[in-house]
């Protein structure tokens, strides 16, 4: 069973910057593929970045390209999300998500990931 558990969320100025951590366990097969999702109050959830194993391959939503770079390192089985230009819109909780479906192409992630963590609130005031 993948277990995910993130931190780094808190409270932050609008244009400053935050960096997201999070911890995978469990069957690395079912980790070739991590990602990020959030969901802000009263919305759907939805796509953040995702970044394949070798870290060869990410994908951002359009939202947030030139601003969030998504990084992992296997040997510590983590990946974090560096959140710079933050604007009041980024807020929302950000979970930590991870798939062993598609190692490759990280487009079918865009609806979702098999397992996701607790997630870390991220506020940004303006």
């Known amino acids: 069973q993948v277990q995910l558990v993130e931190s780094g969320g808190g409270l932050v100025q609008a244009g400053g910057s935050l960096r997201l951590s999070c911890k995978a366990s469990?069957?690395?097969?079912?980790?070739?593929?991590l990602g990020w999702f959030r969901q802000a109050p009263g919305k759907e959830r939805e796509f953040v970045a995702a970044?394949?194993?070798?870290?060869?391959?990410?994908d951002y939503a359009d939202s947030v390209k030139g601003r969030f770079t998504i990084s992992r390192d296997n040997a510590k089985n983590t990946v974090d999300l560096e959140m710079n230009s933050l604007k009041p819109e980024d807020t929302a909780v950000y979970y930590c998500?991870?798939?062993?479906?598609?190692?490759?192409?990280?487009?079918?992630?865009?609806?979702?990931?098999?397992?996701r963590g607790k997630g870390t609130l991220v506020t940004v005031s303006s």
């Open positions: 970044i394949t194993r070798s870290g060869g391959n990410t």
């Open positions: 469990g069957p690395t097969i079912s980790t070739c593929a």
């Open positions: 998500a991870a798939d062993g479906r598609y190692c490759r192409d990280l487009s079918p992630y865009y609806y979702g990931m098999s397992y």
